[in-house]
Each structure stands twice: as structure tokens, then as C-alpha cells.
């Protein structure tokens, strides 16, 4: 069973900075990628920020000029840096891996969610 745990959000004043953690764990294989994505209430899903195996990286353009991905690949988790942060940036932030738990089976897992609050 593959888990993912994330942590760091909270609540912050306008211009504040928070960083998201994302671990992965349990029977994997080999992880493809990860990404951020976001909810606001009565919202869409929205896809926040993206890296992938290659070390390819993709922001969303509101964020992209603040917000930094990264990862650490030997303890399996991946981070989001958020400098600026805005009113707007307020929702519940979820983490995806695309990963592998064998050789020749491949699946995206989803974490718990972790809730951002940006106060005017």
C-alpha cells in the first residue's frame, strides 16, 4: 500500500512564505513524477506545479514567478516552496505521484491535502 503524507500548510498573512512537504512511502518501485495541485472552495482542481523524473519542471502562471518545485529523490518527496503568498492562494493543496509499485505496474496515488490560508 502506497501513502502520501503532506504537511506545512497553515495560516499565513499576505506576503508570508510557507513550504509544502510531500512524502511518498510504502511498496514503491520507481516514482515518474509528482505535482501540486489546489482546490479553493467551489473551485476546479488546478494544477499548482510539476516535476518529473527528468528533472523537468512546470508552474501554473499565477504561481510561477513565486512558487519553486523541487525534490529529493532518496527520501521520495518533493516540495513547494511558496514566497508571496497572495489571498487568492488560499485552498486545500493535494499532492499526486505517478509512480510504479513493480515493473509492469503504473498508478497515480493522491495525499490527504493539506489546507493554505493567506489573511489580507
Known amino acids: 500500500q502506497v501513502q502520501l503524507v503532506e504537511s506545512g500548510g497553515g495560516l499565513v498573512q499576505a506576503g508570508g512564505s510557507l513550504r509544502l512537504s510531500c512524502e511518498a512511502s510504502g511498496n514503491i518501485f520507481k516514482i515518474n513524477a509528482m505535482t501540486w495541485y489546489r482546490q479553493a472552495p467551489g473551485e476546479q482542481l488546478e494544477l499548482v506545479a510539476s516535476?518529473?523524473?527528468?528533472?523537468?519542471?512546470k508552474y501554473e502562471n499565477s504561481v510561477k514567478d513565486r512558487f519553486t518545485i523541487s525534490r529529493d529523490n532518496a527520501k521520495n518527496t518533493v516540495y513547494l516552496q511558496m514566497n508571496s503568498l497572495k489571498p487568492d492562494d488560499t485552498a486545500v493543496y493535494y499532492c499526486?505521484?505517478?509512480?510504479?509499485?513493480?515493473?509492469?505496474?503504473?498508478?497515480?496515488?493522491w495525499g490527504q491535502g493539506t489546507q493554505v490560508t493567506v489573511s489580507s
Open positions: 516535476f518529473t523524473r527528468g528533472g523537468s519542471t
Open positions: 499526486n505521484a505517478d509512480l510504479q509499485v513493480s515493473a509492469h505496474s503504473r498508478y497515480g496515488y
